[in-house]
Nanobody
C-alpha cells in the first residue's frame, strides 16, 4: 500500500479556484489508479474524479465535469485536482484514494489506501 497526504484545501469565494495535491509515498506509485472523493456536511462520501495509472484515462462526476481536472505527475508521485469555478455545494472534505490497477476505478470500495482529507470551503 501507499501512504497518501492531501494538501491545498482552504476557504475561497464562489467562482474562485483551488488546486488540491495528493502526494504518495512508495516506489510503485505508477502502478496505482487514483481517485478523489468528497464528503460534505451531513452527506455521504461521493466520487469526484479518477485517473488511471498512466494518466491516459480520466473520469469525472457529472457535478464537476467541465470545472475540475485531475492529472498526475508520476515523477513526483503526486496527483492533482484542479478545481475551477467553485460553488458552495463543492464544500466538503476532499480525500484521495489509491489502488493498484491499470484501469480507472470509481467505487470507493475498490480503494485500499486513503489520505486523511483536506477541507475545501466555498462561500457564496
Amino acid at each position: 500500500q501507499v501512504q497518501l497526504v492531501e494538501s491545498g484545501g482552504g476557504l475561497v469565494q464562489a467562482g474562485e479556484s483551488l488546486r488540491l495535491s495528493c502526494a504518495a509515498s512508495g516506489r510503485t506509485f505508477t502502478t496505482y489508479a487514483i481517485g478523489w472523493f468528497r464528503q460534505g456536511p451531513g452527506k455521504e462520501r461521493e466520487f469526484v474524479a479518477a485517473i488511471n495509472w498512466s494518466g491516459s484515462t480520466t473520469y469525472y462526476a457529472d457535478s464537476v465535469k467541465g470545472r475540475f481536472t485531475i492529472s498526475r505527475d508520476n515523477a513526483k508521485n503526486t496527483v492533482y485536482l484542479q478545481m475551477n469555478d467553485l460553488k458552495p455545494e463543492d464544500t466538503a472534505v476532499y480525500y484521495c484514494a489509491a489502488e493498484q490497477s491499470e484501469v480507472v476505478l470509481i467505487d470507493p470500495g475498490d480503494f485500499g489506501s486513503w489520505g486523511q482529507g483536506t477541507q475545501v470551503t466555498v462561500s457564496s
